[in-house]
């Protein structure tokens, strides 16, 4: 086993390093930057510590940038589709990959109130390295999930030049997960969540394609946790300080409301492959996404937003909606190569399989975290975790 499908590039555990299985063969990194041009940037803002001052800190947050052609692919579509599972959330540019069944632009992934920081941010690098589309139209695609617990989420430390710096630096091959960019502050079934990624090979007769996911996990009740297709949230429940601290603040909480339950949060999923898929095909991939993360246990929350994005790097140069200059405006026509529809169901399991890996991979690659007021989130227990399993395991086979 290759040592990226083990560890980080800052040698953080991943999930096959305490060997969870998982269905599927994975690609060399075993993440979305596996998907040819694909590249995945970050900025991580971690500053100060104690009482919550708005506008001064704690900071815990980011920007994550995913790019489906790179930087220099930047303003040639992709084929895209996209699904909402629960819409108590946002990704901006969806109306748009609806209408078209494209975008064009950086992906960018990070806290909710920074959303507008980062839709200028992508903007202002777009006129800069771009000038062929300074005086056109630009729709940015962001993200976002709620990291208030953990961070001063009303205090703008997010800026545009953040998600500039990310899209700058965005790279292929292995990728930071855990606690970095846009998933600095997030938490997952009441551990310390935030970014997470796998990759899929599809075999497609002689050939052979890419799938990736890439998760901002943010979601989740303690007891729901499922890994390996065991329910181990139970067992690992006895460190659950957002559980009280949700449980304070209801006591706190002014007659006549209610504060959000146990689950409230989100995740942002983003698909890519460089197979040729139409819109409705990416569409299609982007509805098979809650099939994963319902494997790790998820019921859905409704006061979480979990919103989907599927693309396809092929049929490069299809899809746009302007007449290339100079061209005459009749006669013109779009070739698109497809993967037969009943052909895709390969490319319906890669989907859940790395889905289902890269939350788990989420909570792997972490540590436990302390923001704002004292806030503190523990990190999954990998000891405990894996004698769960192994004790889960036996007990099964002895009933068998």
Not at 166 to 171: F, G, L, P, V, Y
Not at 351 to 375: F, I, Q
Request: glycine content about 14%.
């Amino acid at each position: 086993m290759a040592d990226t499908e083990l560890r980080t590039p800052s040698g953080k555990p991943r999930a096959r390093a305490l060997g969870i299985p998982f269905d599927g063969q994975p690609g060399p990194a075993n993440a979305i930057t596996d998907v040819p041009g694909v590249r995945v940037g970050t900025v991580t803002l971690i500053e100060g510590d104690g009482p919550l001052e708005v506008g001064a800190g704690p900071v815990r947050t980011g920007v994550t940038a995913i790019l489906p052609r790179g930087q220099e692919g930047v303003g040639t579509p992709v084929a895209a589709g996209y699904h909402s599972l629960n819409g108590n959330g946002e990704l901006t540019g969806m109306h748009w990959v609806a209408e078209a069944g494209q975008f064009s632009t950086p992906v960018l992934l990070t806290n909710t109130h920074a959303v507008g920081a980062c839709h200028r941010g992508a903007i202002d690098w777009m006129v800069t390295h771009k000038p062929e589309l300074r005086s056109g139209w630009l729709l940015p695609v962001v993200g976002e999930t709620y990291d208030g617990y953990l961070n001063d989420i009303a205090g703008s430390h997010i800026t545009p030049e953040h998600a500039v710096t990310a899209i700058d630096s965005a790279q292929d091959g292995p990728i930071e997960e855990g606690s970095v960019g846009g998933g600095t502050g997030m938490n997952c079934y009441a551990f310390k969540g935030g970014n997470g990624t796998a990759s899929r090979r599809v075999a497609y007769g002689e050939r052979e394609y890419t799938l990736g996911a890439f998760v901002q996990a943010n979601f989740g009740i303690r007891h729901e946790l499922t890994i390996a297709g065991r329910k181990v949230g139970r067992e690992l429940g006895a460190d659950n300080p957002m559980e009280t601290s949700r449980a304070a603040n209801a006591a706190a909480t002014p007659t006549g409301t209610t504060p959000p339950p146990a689950g409230s949060g989100s995740v942002i999923v983003i698909i890519a492959t460089d197979a040729p898929l139409l819109p409705g095909q990416c569409t299609a991939l982007a509805r098979r996404v809650p099939l994963g993360l319902a494997r790790t246990g998820t019921t859905g929350s409704h006061f979480s937003g979990d919103i989907f994005l599927a693309f396809s790097t092929a049929n490069e140069g299809a899809l746009r909606s302007a007449f290339p200059a100079g061209a005459p405006s009749s006669d013109e026509f779009d070739t698109l190569r497809s993967i037969p529809a009943g052909r895709i169901n390969p490319f319906y399991d890669a989907v859940v399989e790395a889905v289902e890996e890269a939350v788990v991979n989420a909570l792997v690659a972490n540590e436990e975290m302390t923001g704002r007021d004292g806030h503190r989130t523990p990190a999954l227990p990998h000891e405990e975790l894996v004698h769960t399993l192994r004790d889960q395991a036996v007990a099964s086979a002895r009933t068998v």
